[in-house]
């Protein structure tokens, strides 16, 4: 009865969760005549694919699809090299002021984003990067390094020094030992903070609307709020960029969800 009430309890929660997607999608496949009903269908007695043509065939979708995934995937692979490069020292050496950069990086990773959107803004200007893409890539980047590098941290610890240092006893240098030894299993910390790295960068709206004054340089976010005019809100539309918005983070997702489960080492031994 315990298990048969918990596995309930799951199965509700999951369907709250899952019931937003679910009326996103059945709104995107209704004709617009159905869209603003006054009935609640749950299952849409007429299907039709006019408000995706209508979402991809909005004038530049492909522009900002593809300085969406320019800053995106830029960001994620300076977080990973960058956030890889500060976690290992931060995890193998013993230097002073280790705990007061630890604590720094924690600093950054809980300060909100939206409170640092005029310093980021100023900076910027003085910097003569706005209304560019490297502006959104640097801030994205700065953004999601600070979690890369305390998540890459705790899995490092979580590596034995020994397997490193019996790699180095059979004549391996230290960065032989890393990348034949620690690299492979970081696989699944790579992954892990990648998926959130793209997330965050991917979904981020307020820096694209503020630093973008030209719309060739906007990026998906900020297309989505083009469906809402002042004559109103293309709510299919709309429905239906939501879903083409979602498609890559959900591609991304199936792409690495198998190295998502972190490996581990107990057992390892110098063979």
Known sequence: MKRFSLSALALIIAAVFAFPTYWMLSTALKPSGQVLSSRYDLVPFEFTFDNFVTAVTKPGFSSFLTNSLVVT??????????????????????????KGFLLLVLIAQMAPLEALLIPMYLMMRDLDLLNTLPSL???????????TIWTLRGFVNGIPAELEEAAMVDGCSRWQAFRRVTLPLLGPALVS?????????????????????????QTLPVWLSSFKTAFGTDWGGA????VVFAVPVLTFFLIVQRNLVAGTTAGAVKG
């Open 73 to 98: 995937i830029g960001a994620v692979l300076l977080a990973l090299v960058a956030g890889l490069l500060a976690a290992i020292p931060l995890s193998r050496l013993k230097f002073r002021g280790r």
């Open 137 to 147: 890539l640097l801030v994205y980047f700065a953004t999601t390094l600070p979690f």
């Open 193 to 217: 903070t990648s998926v959130f790295s793209f997330v965050t960068a991917w979904n981020e709206f307020l820096y694209a609307l503020v630093f973008m004054r030209d719309k060739t340089n």
């Open 239 to 242: 429905m239906a960029a939501s």
